[in-house]
């Protein structure tokens, strides 16, 4: 099988052209499990398949590193957009992309080697109501609102954009030393996200610019996460923290973020590039057990 390795501010997935390469639906979880896993396959946050779309172009067919089919991943779809410009599947800088279902529409700016460097996505409306996130509450929208993790209180903003954002605003002495790994498990699974969330931990800098950190659920702590980082913005706004625009810093690069509020439209613009590519025989990424 064919694959190509790309990363969105450091956040990283497997791609698999699938106008060219067919697997079957049901080995495909077990697949990317194998293929993700840093030291015996690939390496990466997960793996997404570029199929041909039925309500666009293009489909990004999108998985976590457990195998867990995702509906959405921002940095993502802006690689599966250079992907398809890059490999000469489109030649237009202005295209549509479907992720479950929903189409969003990119805009490619092309290096000056003639291959893509940077793209604008329109992520859509942010998804509020509590039930569409989804997460439990006693209220219609999430803004500030307590919640019990592991014995301590934080307080979360709730947002989905096309899949589930717990954000949580921290003090600036709290998000370096934050020990993510073990808090991130606990708001992944906690019983008022039905379908499990994204947590991202977030200090403000100022009215402009934010710093993150993101515990995705199905993965662990990555890189960037480019939903999150919208959510993030959208976050922001709400508690009146920041301007609708703001700079996003990751720990894999920056991303801007800007809600449209007139519109109801969040737009996220970041880099995307190709690290290398490959060929590889699921057969010899079979790990054995001792």
């Known amino acids: 099988m064919k694959f190509t390795k790309m990363h969105g501010c450091g956040n990283d997935y497997i791609y698999v052209n699938g106008f060219a390469e067919h697997i079957d639906a049901d080995r495909k979880p077990e697949l990317v499990r194998r293929l993700s896993d840093r030291h015996f396959g690939i390496g990466g946050d997960g793996v997404i398949f570029i199929n041909p779309g039925k309500s666009a172009a293009f489909e990004m067919e999108m998985y976590n590193a457990d195998g867990t089919r995702a509906q959405m991943c921002g940095n993502g779809i802006r690689c599966v957009a250079k992907y398809v410009y890059d490999y000469g599947l489109t030649d237009q800088t202005d295209i549509a992309i479907e992720s479950f279902g929903r189409v969003k529409y990119l805009e490619l700016t092309p290096g000056s080697d003639g291959k893509v460097s940077t793209v604008r996505v329109n992520m859509g409306e942010p998804v509020l109501r509590a039930a569409e996130i989804p997460v439990i509450s006693d209220n219609e929208q999430v803004v ?59 200090r403000i800098i100022d009215r402009n610019n934010v710093q993150m950190r993101v515990w995705e659920r199905g993965t662990g702590e990555t890189l960037a996460c480019g939903t999150g980082c919208c959510a993030t913005a959208v976050a922001c706004v709400l508690n009146g923290l920041t301007d609708t625009k703001v700079n996003v810093s990751v720990p894999g690069g920056e991303i801007l973020c800007e809600w449209d509020r007139q519109d109801n439209v969040v737009y996220m613009t970041g880099p995307a590039a190709t690290v290398f590519e490959g060929e590889i025989d699921e057969k010899m990424i079979v790990r054995e057990e001792i």
């Open 144 to 202: 500030s609102e307590a919640i019990e993790v592991d014995g301590k209180v934080y307080e979360m903003t709730c947002v989905s954009m096309g899949n589930p954002h717990a954000v949580v605003f921290i003090d600036d002495a709290d998000i370096k030393d934050l020990d993510i790994e073990a808090v991130g498990p606990y708001f992944e699974n906690h019983a008022r996200f039905p379908e499990r969330t994204n947590t991202e931990f977030v």
